[in-house]
């Protein structure tokens, strides 16, 4: 299992990596599409929703199961990657490189309430 230390994490398995522009871009944990297995679909937010913090904004469907993807936190949808609805298998491959949405902060502090590398490995330790 792959956890990037530059990354931030949701106990949900969602991680987040903030770009210069100040926005966040959020996709799905190594650990969360391994857990999934072959994911054949993916439901992606509409650009200019707002979401709330831990609010379900996406989907991810394997041929085992169907996981919410939650917002980690509060924003507005700016973008989001076409390219891995197309091939949902994106996200099996790469879970890193597959990002499923670009947020817009809402709040400032955003990422003090987010997990880092350390603390979400110790979560799913925990949960295996």
């Known amino acids: 299992m792959k956890v990037p230390a530059e990354l931030k994490y949701t ?3 969602e991680w ?3 770009e210069k522009d100040g ?3 959020v996709g799905v944990t190594d650990f969360a599409q391994e857990s999934l297995g072959d994911l054949v679909f ?3 937010p509409q650009v200019g929703r ?3 913090a831990g609010e379900s904004c996406a ?3 394997s041929v085992k199961a169907a996981s919410d993807v939650y917002a980690p936190i509060a924003g507005e949808v700016l973008a989001v990657n076409q390219a891995v609805a197309d091939k949902p298998e994106s996200i099996n491959a790469d879970a ?3 990002w499923l949405f670009r947020l817009r902060p809402l709040e400032a ?3 003090s309430r987010l997990l880092d590398a350390g603390q979400y490995e110790s979560n799913v330790a925990q949960h295996k």
Do not use: C, F, I, P
């Open 11 to 13: 106990d949900s398995h």
């Open 16 to 18: 987040v990596r903030w």
């Open 23 to 25: 926005s966040a871009t």
């Open 42 to 44: 993916v439901e992606l």
């Open 50 to 52: 707002a979401v709330k």
């Open 59 to 61: 989907v991810v469907e």
């Open 96 to 98: 890193y490189a597959a």
């Open 109 to 111: 502090g955003a990422n």
